[in-house]
């Protein structure tokens, strides 16, 4: 279960969400699959309609790197383990002291670098993707260098000197080998070029996009119809895990109760809901390598007046960054305007109360450029995604946040998946 953004079996507040015992509130429920809460129960796999990214569409992605590589005089770019090697390649890697990389040069055919025994398993990942069956691997044993490979490889392709990219991701080891092994080429930031390819989604990506984020809110609606008084926090990440598990995908939210909803990533102190306490769930799932992020902010009861004055501010602050955002319009304004309501409101000024950036750019990974902050002079394309996600956070009371993801169209922008209405409401249906 691969979350970028929080991981969420390590991170606060969900970390023992996969191992806890829940409360005797929600084991009454949960005996067994066929007593999970009727909300729960009644959700209908997905699984079907999330259709993989083809080979065909990775080769257009490395046709589009190279683009970027002439537009950026970048000779070829080295990408490791992570999700721009899936981007790519279709190649799942985990990252070790052990190097394995894909070499991209701007002109002629890729070529990879692996350890001597990973060689079988290396291939039959390759074959998976643009490398097909003929891939040139290079490997090298354990007592050689792998950065010697990288640079033969190049020189092959009459790359001596030049400009060499490495993915963001790229261990320093990795880059200080590679220079030393290579000492005729200038090694630079890949950023233009990966995140050149990777902010701009095709159709394809939308699609799979659209229904991570369908899923994680038919998750959270599922478990919020299932909260009991005396359920944990760690009871209601178990149903929201359980949810996302009966649709088909893995998924899972952090969840803050009460005063430790004023955290924005919350605590892990054990938490108790209780009637007429906020309830702040932020999480997602992963559909075919494409990540959601939600987040919902619930009452169980009736909320009090104060804090249906302060969701309404931050619904108010999340429409008008949906409105701001447009082709041509800089990242920094998206921010702007949602900042601009809840400053206008009492809760400013700059990060006061609302104490993060309005939103930043999703897709493979739950946080990959661009961001919508302050500074990022960026214009919007058609097809970039982000979350929106304003909030309010009153610290000793509560937190308010309302994220949505949303992708920019030709003339604005939309949301994946709508708004929350009320506190009363928080779902649009009685």
Known sequence: ??????????????????????????????????????????????????????????????????????????????????????????????????????????????????????????????????????AEVRTWQEDESPYQRIAEGLKDRNLTTGNVGMEETVRYVFSEGLSKAAPGLHLVSATPVTAGCRMIKSQHELQLMKLANEVTLAAYEAAYRSTKEGMTQND???????????????????????????????????????????????????????????????????????????????HKAQSAALAAAKPGVECQAVDAAARKVITDAGYGPDYKHFTHRVGHGIGMDGHEWPYLVRGNTLPLAPNMTFSDEPGIYIRGEFGVRLEDDMHITENGAELFTPQSPDLEKPFGKG
């Not at 909300?39 to 259709?51: C, H, V, Y």
């Not at 895990?241 to 005063?259: L, P, R, T």
């Not at 054990?270 to 007429?276: A, F, K, L, N, S």
């Not at 939600?294 to 931050?314: H, N």
């Open 1 to 134: 279960m691969k979350f970028s953004r929080r991981s969420f079996l390590q991170t606060a507040g969900v970390a023992t969400v996969a191992m806890a015992q829940p409360s005797m509130a929600f084991a009454a429920d949960s005996k067994s699959k066929d007593k999970q809460p009727k909300a729960i129960s009644k959700l209908k796999s997905r699984k079907g309609e999330a259709q993989p990214i083809t080979t065909a569409e990775r080769e257009q992605r490395m046709e589009r790197a190279r683009q970027l590589m002439a537009e950026n005089k970048i000779d070829a770019i080295v990408v490791t383990g992570g999700t721009s090697l899936v981007y790519f390649t279709n190649i799942h890697w985990w990252m070790s002291e052990r190097l394995f990389a894909v070499i991209l040069p701007v002109k002629g055919n890729p070529f990879y670098v692996c350890p001597a025994f990973e060689e079988d398993r290396a291939r039959e990942q390759i074959a998976s993707g643009p490398g097909g069956n003929n």
């Open 236 to 314: 209601f990440g178990a149903m929201v895990q359980a949810a996302h598990a009966q649709q088909g995908f893995q998924g899972g939210a952090s969840i803050q109760v009460g005063e430790n909803s004023a955290l924005p990533h919350g605590s892990a102190k054990p938490q108790v809901i209780r009637e007429g306490t906020i309830l702040l769930m932020d999480g997602g799932c992963v559909v075919e390598g494409y990540e959601s992020d939600i987040s919902r902010t619930v009452v169980l009861g009736k909320p009090t007046d104060k804090m249906k004055q302060v969701f309404d501010i931050v």
